[in-house]
């Protein structure tokens, strides 16, 4: 049944109703006439009759088999006269209730029924509200031959009623609950009066809605006198100039408690002209005195809100480009009670995904599923299943196989919801993680490698977990370590530090364990242990493992025996010569600086080899030597580093690059580590131990390394736009295809309808001159044609029949009107230059867009307006000139139905002039709210928009700009004032010249 509610004057009913029943009582007489002396009406006369009369009417015989059913039965009933003649009743509607087929067996005794009101069944299924009338009739004075029903369907009405109903009982609903008071004043004769007031004006004011009614001076007595002339003129201003009126002031009731109240209300004029405000007045003391708690608060807080309005609006701005740009696709999945799948929504992230549109997959949520690697798919559907049942969170990972033959990786992970009508509703999103798969395969290779390295290095790697409680255990250790240790590691494994090396060496291992956690970071230290009774010496390094978490639950350590070092250290350190010699033979700078004295007090002679310097020159320099080499850049970095050092502990290593000049005078780059040496009196640090390496070939190579990769990302830059353009490019030349295809087919049927309608009106005139002529010749006819003629409206179906015709001519005038417009639109592929008038596609444009232009509810109508200056045929790309049409002036729409603009009409003028002798513009301007000059900046940028997500690409104006610029060697900029509107101006020369750039779209 259609939920179409059709309003019916209740004058044009009560008319038809009365014209019913007189046509039952007519039908009555001619039955009885027939049946008793007069032949006046033979039956075909009757049959006529009754097929044209707008009540439906069907006569049975005794057996209820249709023996005749009239025009508007059929089509009350959607029934065919092949359907029902000589067919029984009850078989066209087996569903007709048992009381109904009593009525028509007590009509066939000889009784007349009235049927209410009741809902009927239709053969297709459709429910209507039906109520009629049967009659018996008779084969002669006593024999009854069957029945004749008389029904009309009141399905409209109904609706009508039963919306009437529960528009009445929501404003009852809403006057009762509403926390204010509801009125409405109607000024009659300059005078105004209360129509209207809900019951709580009493909770508002202390006075009952019948008093107000009564006398509105009643009220007005209870306003605050300091608020009376602010009252009066308010309500002045909002009658003289007919706009929404608004008021806040106090109120003093009459047990006298002042309280704060607002008013609102909409001007309108009712059929008489009379104004009209109908508005409503609430209580808002609680909210005033909130007011001005906040306003102390918010006096406290300004200096704190705008010391953080720049750090919000930045990391406003960078969630909002994070939510613009998020990888993958969002979706809802909806799982129904008899197995059905579907999706209520998806994210425009399909596209890149899956390569589907969000359309396909809601309309047809199969394919998502036919996209599955086959292997996959039992493994997905059974834990669809799963989750369904036991509502626990849908998480999953396969293969899709895409549109272009490609197949991914995808991970899914939704939440499920149980609905109201038992179906089950997923929040999901589905990632892209083939690149995941790949790096874990990547990470297997490793982890195999690893194994490999693990398992066959001479050095001790060994592991150590760290406990809950912030106790260490030994976790294992790699075969050489068994073979260094003489030691089965199952023996050792949850075996803490002391039980491994004793009270003594195992605190000190402990030590170690603690200061890598707390310094979260790999350290590495040599240290003595006895291991087999024999005293050796090891250089550890341990490595702390984090969890997702950043928790630190495990030590990975290697160690290896420098006992033989150490020794061989010892025995060189009993020779200064030698290590003088160690020093002077290293390729790097060794040297001692005094923090105290900002000198360096030693340094080996490969300083010389570096720098050029000597020691004597470093020494006369003194503490000017630093500064004197060190670039002024990287000065302050330099004194940052020697503070450094009043925090760490011996043993620490601090590093740094920074750049010195050779004596040569070129600069050079320098990498040092240093260490504490030496310390004052005082414990604090005095001198530092440093070694030096040249890395300036190094830092030469980052720089041209970092080039590469600035060049590396301007050209995926520039690929990413070409396959941008590429894609659009084949979409538009799809749309331009299937414009032109609906163009063709809509134009053969409107033409051949349009051709026809003049001959049609020329025969149509004929008959109506052949019946001006009868009726002029024969002004006295036969009582049957005088009927006839006062039952079809003769004369008003002569006026009305010409009015249709010229409707039609208009309708298909129109239709070819927009045949054109579809054709000159679908030009959007053509590649090569033509000769076009430009306002022929800016019409057509506006043709296109017509549909949106209309007024709808809640918004005010647009207005197009017009003003083409004197311009001559020019050279261009047509179809790509409606696009960029196109792109803008939809854009102004949108801006429009966006803006609150129900105040004033939404203007967009379309002007067109000439620049000068061989150059045009076409300015696009709308009324809106504007444009900020921070968007303007970013307008044409591709993939940026404003709009909400899935209503916009970013790609409208980015490729417009590049139409007009590149393709055309035009320029399209943008002019805005917030609060006034938009403007787009396009110029373009007259005469196209060959394009540089080679730009296709």
């Known amino acids: 049944m259609s939920s179409d509610l059709i309003t019916v ?16 009582q007519l039908v009555d007489r001619l039955s009885q006439a027939q049946l008793s002396t007069s032949h006046r009406y033979n039956h075909e006369q009757m049959g006529v009759f009754i097929e044209y009369t707008p009540a439906a009417i069907a006569i049975f015989d005794r057996q209820m088999r249709y023996v005749l059913a009239n025009r508007r039965w059929r089509q009350d009933y959607r029934l065919g006269v092949e359907e029902i003649i000589g067919r029984c009743h009850y078989e066209v509607f087996p569903e007709i209730s048992p009381s109904c087929r009593e009525i028509h067996q007590r009509c066939l005794a000889g009784a ?65 609950n509403l ?58 201003e909002a009658i003289e100039n007919s706009i929404p009126w608004h008021y806040e002031g106090r109120l003093i009731k009459p047990n006298g408690e002042i309280i704060w109240w607002q008013g609102d209300s909409t001007p309108t004029q009712n059929q008489q002209g009379e104004n009209i405000f109908c508005g409503v007045l609430l209580d808002i003391t609680a909210r005033k005195q909130a007011e001005e708690s906040l306003k102390k608060l918010n006096e406290e807080l300004e200096a704190k809100v705008e010391e953080r309005t720049t750090a919000l609006s930045q990391s406003e701005a960078r969630f909002q480009r994070l939510a613009d740009n998020l990888p993958g696709m969002m979706y809802e999945f909806r799982l129904s009670t008899d197995g059905e799948m579907f999706f209520p929504y998806v994210s425009s992230g399909c596209r890149e995904l899956l390569e589907l549109e969000p359309e396909q997959i809601q309309k047809d949520g199969s394919l998502i599923f036919n996209h599955i690697h086959p292997h996959d798919l039992p493994k997905i559907t059974s834990r669809i299943f799963h989750s369904a049942q036991t509502l626990e969170n849908y998480e999953a990972e396969w293969r899709v196989n895409t549109n272009y033959e490609h197949q991914k990786w ?31 395969v990547q990470l297997q290779e490793k982890e195999e490698f690893l194994r490999i390295i693990y398992e066959g290095i001479t050095q001790l790697i060994f592991v150590v977990n760290v406990l809950e409680n912030g106790d260490f255990a030994c976790a294992g250790y790699n075969p050489s370590g068994e ?57 550890t390094t341990l490595n702390p493992i984090q969890d997702s978490d950043g928790k630190i639950y495990r030590i990975v350590g290697t160690t290896m025996n420098i006992t033989e070092r150490k020794q061989a250290e010892e025995a060189l350190k009993e020779s200064q010569h030698f290590i003088q010699r160690i020093a002077d033979s290293s390729p790097n700078i060794l040297y001692i600086f005094d923090l105290e004295e900002k000198r360096n007090i030693y340094a080996n002679k490969d300083i010389l080899d570096s720098l050029g310097y000597s020691n004597q020159e470093i020494k006369q320099q003194e ?7 060190t670039h002024p850049e990287d000065l302050e970095k330099i004194t940052a580093h020697w503070q450094s050092f009043s925090d760490i502990k011996d043993g620490e290593i601090l590093e740094i690059e920074y750049r010195v000049r050779q004596a040569n005078g070129e600069w050079c780059w320098f990498y040092s580590r240093d260490t504490i040496f030496n310390r004052n009196s005082n414990g604090q640090v005095k001198q530092i131990l440093g070694v030096a390496t040249d890395i300036t070939e190094r830092k030469n190579a980052e720089i041209i390394l970092q080039q590469q990769a600035t060049n590396l990302e301007n050209t995926l830059r520039d690929l990413k736009q070409a396959q941008i353009q590429l894609i659009h490019s084949e979409k538009m030349s799809s749309l331009g295809n299937m414009v032109a295809g609906i163009a063709h087919e809509i134009n053969n049927p409107v033409n051949f309808i349009h051709g026809n309608i003049f001959p049609a009106s020329e025969y149509i005139h004929e008959f109506l001159s052949l019946i001006q002529l009868y009726q002029e010749y024969f002004p006295e006819p036969p009582a049957e044609i005088q009927e006839k003629i006062a039952d079809i409206e003769l004369d008003f179906l002569k006026t009305d029949l010409i009015k249709i015709l ?47 232009l209309k007024p709808k509810p809640n918004n005010a109508e647009f207005h197009i307006i017009k003003n083409y200056g004197d311009l001559p045929l020019i050279k261009c790309y047509p179809g790509q000139l409606n696009q960029v049409f196109m792109n803008i002036l939809s854009n102004a729409i ?101 394009v540089q750039k080679n730009v296709d779209f």
């Open 9 to 24: 004057n209740k004058n044009t009913y009560d008319s038809l109703q009365q014209e019913l029943v007189e046509l039952r």
């Open 112 to 176: 007349i029924e009235q049927c209410e009101e009741q809902l009927f069944k239709q053969a297709d299924g459709t429910i209507e509200w039906v109520k009629g009338e049967i009659h018996p009739w008779y084969r002669n004075s006593t024999e009854i031959g069957g029945i004749i029903m008389f029904t009309e369907v009141i399905t409209t009405r109904k609706q009508a009623e039963i919306a009437l109903a529960e528009s009445e009982r929501r404003l009852r609903d809403i006057a009762t």
């Open 179 to 236: 926390p204010g008071a509801i009125f409405q004043f109607t000024n009659r004769n300059g005078v105004w009066k209360v129509d209207y007031m809900s019951d709580f004006i009493w909770e508002l004011a202390g006075i009952t809605a019948s008093e107000i009614m009564q006398d509105l001076n009643s009220f007005i007595a209870l306003i605050h006198p300091e608020d009376f002339n602010s009252y009066i003129s308010s309500v002045v």
């Open 410 to 440: 995808v991970k899914a992970i939704a939440k499920p919801e149980r609905q109201p009508d038992e179906t089950v509703l997923w929040y999901g999103c589905l990632f892209d993680i083939s690149e995941l798969k790949q790096a874990e």
């Open 483 to 539: 073979k260094i240790l003489g030691i089965n590691q199952e023996d050792l494994i949850g075996k803490t530090p002391e039980y491994l090396h004793g009270e003594i060496e195992g605190a000190r291992v402990r030590k170690r364990y603690q200061n890598c956690i707390e310094s979260g970071e790999i350290i590495s230290y040599e240290e003595f242990l006895t291991i087999k009774n024999e005293p050796t010496w090891w250089l």
């Open 623 to 629: 503490s000017n030597f630093i500064n004197k080499i």
């Open 806 to 852: 010229n409707s039609m001519s208009l309708g298909t005038e129109r239709i070819r009107e927009i045949v054109l417009s579809l054709r000159n639109f679908s030009r959007l592929d053509e590649a090569e230059i033509k000769t076009v008038n430009i306002h022929e596609g800016l019409d057509s444009t506006l043709m296109i867009l017509h549909h949106r």
């Open 894 to 994: 949108d801006a429009l139905e966006e803006a609150d603009l129900y105040n004033k009409p939404k203007e967009i003028h379309v002007i067109t002039e000439m620049i000068n002798s061989d150059r045009l513009a076409i300015r696009i301007i709308d009324n809106g709210v504007g444009i900020s000059e921070e968007i303007i900046s970013k307008l044409f940028d591709p993939f940026f928009t404003t709009k909400d997500v899935g209503k916009g690409t970013g790609l409208g104006l980015s490729i417009s700009y590049q139409i007009i610029v590149d393709k055309h060697n035009g320029n399209l900029s943008c002019h805005s004032t917030l609060g006034e509107g938009t403007e787009f101006i396009i110029e373009i020369p007259t005469t196209q010249l060959p």
